[in-house]
């Protein structure tokens, strides 16, 4: 039970740190979390070679103060990492940022490398009792990765810190019993009584200084009304009385009416959408028809029909009752949002969500799309993201199955005759998002058989946001003079239209060369290849193999970063990215000085003692590498079925830790001639999953779409477990098998396959960006391939020549 209890603190504040992330920084770094978790295990097996035999002889008191140590320090060492000035937006202007980043990954290590090297001994101090004490770890783990996540409904990550914490120093005490140890009972539980009185508190949060949520709080007269907590984001809803807020993305300078003053509802402090007062009369609010999103209304027959994904607070919706949309379905995927606006801001919004011609839906956007059968005039897909953080690059390594080329069909699928697609994005200069936005425009209508794609699409860009009309049929003369005149009327400009000619464009948002126009007549000409070929940004299609619609990132493109950083521009800066390749770089640093140089230089005090040979290195080696693609390929595949980065990161790994640790322990009942038979199987039924992995998701996709998020998340465990029980064979066979060759062979198979772990969680995701998630699955099953044809069958005579 102790065991147990500490495994899922262990995988809970791993999943936790990845809301934390998202909260302080942009991003979730969930290769970056996963990574330091792993090196902190492996880590755990070079100490134990070291100083297993003075841990062991003291064994209940060291058990203990690593237990207690292990709950100590998750607050303790997230606080510290808190306090250093990491800014990832600063990468490329602060070479110190590198030594920040570095320091941070080795501080939240250190509760890992702690709860890792207390089931280490407990494996080898109780070596009769294997099996409970594995089983205990993996279901205490399993359940963790998916409390963690239910928690998030009732408590804030700032409150779960602490929480686990307690669970952990209960683990501690509860353990200290067991062993007849009541002393450090006692103490271990007066400590976690003491972190239990500051649940409800929590620890402080110090997000980034830049976050817009932090920089609203810097206006006088701001006040947090209140604060709300889920799995999908931390709501924070804002008040600014001296200067109200009037936040209207993309609103024409020209409006005749002044935008009703507003409250700013920050999701993880990021991006904003705001609640409009609303009196009840939708005609009164002229100015909603003063942005690009309002083009579309000009070729809409009356009272149509729209669906809204991503309604937000409202805006759109607001925007579709005022231009007279006769239904409206609006499409929320954080059921969060909509309570709020049913509950306590109801009455400030109008009752807008109460509206008759407003259905509101709490669901994913592609998934409802998929799954709805109705049809629609039009299909709006608002801009939800920020404005600074998408500048920066930092959404780079972000998954997004909402903007890819299969998703642009779906929603085409859902129009009736003659229906509008509507897609808005920022304005980003030298221009990227807009580019590749529309360049699978292009890529989705070609694949619905539209022979001339640049006839069935126009292009609106206003001074801060520009907003793409796709239509299966083709758009007349007639229809793009109605467009260009209601962008006259509102000094935005045509990017393109059908007939439009270069003359035409570029009037009153000026930019020094009329790049958009360009841009979309070498996509829709023969030279497409070569324009995504030469373009200075990443701006190929994404797609749901490549899922990556904000990573512009070229490598040529870093000259020219690095000499214009002193300048302080963030005009070139893709972050997300070099985030990313540094903490590759520095995990193969880190991994290499505390798991490989350790051991080897262990080698010199043990003269005479055989050394593992290659083949044995490689073996664990490949199996670590190969384990890893996988796991975060799973991961990011998921995203796609289960809607968030939080729900696939604590199912996929929940299921791989119970079926994997069970397919282990199955293995330790091989005998020893059928090891390397049994290997074998398992690796290729592992790599025929594996390969067919994205067809099969595809099929599970297929025929539970409509199913509710408990049963989803049910069907993901069971449609892992196959793999993820093949899996477990492999490293435990290898294991058994060197284990009688030398006191070294052990310690060198658990560093090897945690160094390959740790450089796996992050080169698997750069991978599946440059290849694609289908090849890296390949590449997977290769690398299980090559680790059994190293299988480690060799004598201690020839390893010691090895």
Known sequence: MAVALLAAASLAFEVLLMRLFSILQWHHFAYMIISLALLGYGTSGTLMAFFAGGLLRR???????????????????????????????????????????????????????????????????????????????????GVGALAVVALLYWLFPRQLLPLLAVVALGGASLGAWAMHRPRLALGAGVVALLFLGIVQQGVPLSPNPFKPLQQQLQVMGTRVLGEYSSPLAKLTMVESEQVPLRYILGLSLNTPQSPPEQLGLFADGDAMMAITRFEGDPKSLTF????????????????????????????????????????????????????????????????????????????????????????????????????????????????????????LREYLRRLAPGGLLSVTRWVRLPPRERIKLFAMAVEALQQEGVAEPGRHLLWIRGWNTATLLVRLTPFSSVEVERVARFARSRSFDLAWAPGLSQSQVNRYNRLPQPWFYTAASSILGKERDAFFRDYRFHVEPATDDRPYFYRFFRWNLLPEMVRMRMQGSTFLQETGYLVLVITLLQALLLAGLLLLVPLRLQRRFRQGEPLPGWRQHGYFFFVGLGFMFIEVIAIQLFIRYLSHPVYAVAVVLSAFLVFAGLGAWVSLKVKKRNRRRVAGLAVI????????????????????????????????????????????FPFT???????????????????????????GTTLATLAAIHLGLQLVLWLAAAFYLLAWSCWPAVSPKRARGG
């Open 288 to 407: 909603l028809a003063w942005t690009p999103e309002a083009a579309a209304w000009e070729l809409l027959p009356g009272k149509p029909r729209v669906l809204v994904l991503g309604a937000g607070t409202g805006m759109p919706v607001l925007r579709a009752l005022h231009l007279g949309a006769g239904e409206i379905h609006a499409v929320e995927v954080n059921g969060q949002v909509v309570e709020l606006m049913r509950g306590p801001y109801a009455a400030y919004s109008g009752d807008l969500y109460q509206s008759p011609e407003v259905r509101v839906v709490t669901a994913e956007a592609r998934r409802y799309a998929r799954t709805s059968d109705t049809v629609f005039d039009l299909v709006e897909l608002p801009l939800l993201d920020a404005f600074n953080a998408a500048s920066a690059g930092l959404y780079a390594v972000s998954e997004s199955y909402v903007y890819t080329v299969e998703a």
């Open 59 to 141: 064994f209940e008191r060291a058990w203990t103060l690593l237990a207690m140590g292990f709950g100590l320090s998750m607050p303790l060492v997230f606080l510290l990492a808190e306090q250093l000035p990491f800014n990832p937006l600063e990468l490329l202007w602060d070479p110190w940022q590198w030594l920040w980043l570095a320091t941070v990954y080795l501080l939240l290590m250190v509760p890992f490398l702690l709860v890792a090297l207390l089931i280490g001994i407990s494996f080898a101090r109780y070596g009769n009792r294997i099996g409970a004490i594995y089983g205990a770890d993996l279901l205490g783990a």
């Open 685 to 728: 039924v592992a790599g025929l999953l594996v390969v067919s992995y994205p067809a099969l998701l595809h099929q599970l996709i297929a025929t539970t779409h409509g199913w509710p998020d408990a049963l989803r998340i049910l069907a993901s465990l069971l449609f892992i477990a196959p793999l993820a029980f093949a899996m477990g």
């Open 733 to 759: 066979l290898g294991l058994s098998e060197v284990s009688d060759r030398g006191r070294l062979h052990i310690p060198w198979a658990w560093a090897v396959n945690g160094f390959a772990s740790v450089l």
